[in-house]
Structures are given as C-alpha cells and as structure tokens.
C-alpha cells in the first residue's frame, strides 16, 4: 500500500490529510468564506511534511481534488500539489470533488428496502444552480456532471425509478423545490482530504497518474448549466 498526502480545496473548507496503508494518520482542516480556508493550505501541507518527516514515513504520490468547485481554492490547492510533486519527485492523482463527497455517505447505512438507491453530490452556485452527478453505490456514473438549474423535475425521471440521496453544500437549497418522495437528504456531507483514501488509492495502485506540468482542474466555467425541461 501507499503513503498518500491529500489535499483538498474545491469549497471553504481547506483540508490536508495522510493515508498509510488504507489508514488516515494525520488529517487537518480550516474553513472560511468562499474559499477563505484555503489561506492556511501552506501550514497544514508544512506540519504535514513534518509528520512524515519526524516519523521517516516516506510519500508515494501526491492527491488533489480536481473540481468541480471554487476558482481559487481549486488553483490554490493543484498548484500546491505540483510543487510537491516536483520537489519531491511524486506521482500526481487527481480526486473528482463530487465523488469525493460520495465517500462518507457510502459509510453510511441507506435505505435498501426499494431499488438501490442513487447518490447525487451537489456543490452549491448561484440562486438555484448546482453542480450536481448521478451515481450508483459503485460510484458509476450514470448521469454525468453538469450545471443544474434546479426545479421540481430536474432529477425526476431517475426518482420516479428509485431513491436519490442529495447532499453537499448544494443540496439545502434544493430541499424545498425537490419534494418527490424518493428525494433523500443527508446535511453536514463535506469534501475532505480525509475521505480521499479509497478514491486516491484504488487510482495509484491502477497506476491512473496525472502529468503534473500540464494538469489543470475541472473549473465551474468549464460547464454549461443545463436548464431543466418540462416533462411531458
């Protein structure tokens, strides 16, 4: 197995964590308004090179989330990622931030007692937009990501089939004008470094690598919102 160091930047909550053979052994975080966290990215990825250091544990590869998500967090933390990587001659993975948020909900307990449900992980936009996927419980993708402009049928022809767990910073909102009754919602689900281990690790050992001169993230710009269509 891997020693991983993650970094996480996509929303305000900044976090920094390190896996060992499937294990978190260290894990900071620090939130502020609108990426805000980020500021303190420097000192949590030191103290966590100091960790490894003290404890002569030496770093496989380096894991960033690659957005959707906030601008600057976002450039904030792959350029903090590709100066490690650099500077210590590590491989790059790239983690998507809404599969990232699916992490922790899977640790949860759904509720099976219909069809298997869907997770959908959503990062809050403007008004009523998100940034929003579909997967199932093997993180499959069966609806891709985009900009969503939320109203009641957005999501309705996959919850008139089964289940849909919303959650993320996106889905409060979304609440009130999703009332089908397979909509689920789970509060408090946030992208952080410490969930990004399975995700991290299943791509090192598929020796799925970034080049780290050319990576960029998934910018929100980078998608078109997708208005919802009455259904007929």
């Known amino acids: 197995m891997a020693c991983i160091l993650h970094i996480e930047t996509s929303t305000n909550a900044c976090s920094v964590a390190v896996s060992e053979d499937g294990q978190c052994i260290f894990e900071q975080t620090e939130r502020g308004d609108k990426g805000a966290g980020a500021e303190h990215l420097g000192t949590m990825v030191d103290e966590a090179l100091s960790f490894t250091d003290n404890h002569a544990i030496p770093f496989d590869a380096v894991s960033v989330s690659c957005g959707p998500g906030s601008y600057t967090g976002l450039r904030i933390g792959v350029s903090m990622a590709k100066g490690i990587c650099y500077g210590r001659d590590l491989k ?77 910073n996106g889905a409060a909102k979304c609440m009130a004008t999703i009332n089908h009754p397979n909509a689920r919602y789970i509060e408090g689900v946030e992208p952080l470094a410490k969930w990004m281990q399975p995700l991290a690790e299943k791509r090192f050992l598929n020796g799925q690598f970034e080049d780290v001169a050319y990576f960029e993230p998934f910018y929100l710009k980078d998608f078109i919102a997708i208005k919802p269509k009455k259904l007929l």
């Open 92 to 168: 790059l993975i790239a983690v998507q931030t809404l599969q990232l948020l699916c992490v922790p909900v899977l640790l949860r307990e759904l509720d099976t007692d219909t069809k298997e449900p869907l997770l959908c992980p959503m990062l809050d936009a403007r008004r009523m937009e998100v940034y929003a996927a579909l997967y199932d419980r093997s993180l499959k993708e069966v609806r891709p990501v985009s900009a969503d402009v939320v109203d009641a049928d957005t999501y309705r022809p996959w919850l008139d089939e089964r289940p849909i767990y919303f959650f993320g």
